[in-house]
């Protein structure tokens, strides 16, 4: 099972609701890839014992781990948080979730500038690139369980758009006419 996504509508309505267009316009795992979102399906049930996350976390280093429980209750100043997270920002570094419970919208913006939301549930591992610009919601399920994951000690800091000088967004810019540059020029 794979995860869904599409081309968002532009209605100004909350957040939390799916906004799909009508009809529907889905993104394919292939398109994501072209923007270098890469993503996983796990089982989220024995992420401990789980030989594939551990494969991913080495080959890619991400020796740092923590838990985000995202739900009223338990996180302090929760409705800033949220404004922020939704706030459309890249980071330095890359972004990487795996959704142990619950789900949640990752928004990303594609090369036209066009949002595509992304749906992740439970087993659902993304990784959105430095420099991508993105924004992140609860859905109506108000609940998700996020592991983070990271090379070395965690920067958190996001950089509100517009960032066109922000040398994560130029790398991120310049990486994308290489991903497309060389399927063409093969041909
Ligand atoms: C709640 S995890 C995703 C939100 C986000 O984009 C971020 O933390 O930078
Ligand atoms: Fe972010």
Redesign the pocket.
């Known amino acids: 099972m794979a995860i869904e996504a599409w081309f968002t509508d532009e209605r100004n309505e909350d957040q939390r609701f799916p906004h799909q267009r009508k009809p529907n316009e889905p993104v394919s795992l292939d398109h994501l890839a072209e923007l270098g979102v890469l993503y996983w399906h796990l089982n989220p049930k024995d992420y401990e014992n789980d030989e594939e996350l551990k494969k991913i976390r080495e080959a890619r280093g991400y020796n740092y781990m923590d838990m985000?429980d995202?739900r009223p209750e338990n996180v302090a100043n929760f409705e800033e948080k949220l404004r922020n997270?939704y706030t459309e920002?890249i980071?330095a570094d890359e972004?990487i979730?795996y959704c142990l419970e619950g789900s949640?919208y990752?928004d990303v913006r594609d090369k036209e500038d066009r949002w595509i939301r992304i749906w992740i549930k439970a087993g659902d591992l993304i990784i959105?690139p430095a420099g991508i610009y993105?924004?992140?919601t609860l859905d109506t399920s108000y609940y998700?369980r996020?592991m983070?994951l990271f090379v070395g000690e965690p920067v958190?800091t996001?950089y509100n758009r517009p960032q066109d000088d922000h040398p994560a967004r130029e790398e991120y810019v310049k990486s994308l006419t290489e991903r497309v540059g060389v399927p063409l020029a093969a041909n």
Do not use: T, Y
């Open positions: 985000l995202l997270f920002h980071h972004e979730r949640a990752f959105l993105h924004r992140f998700v996020l983070r958190w996001a």
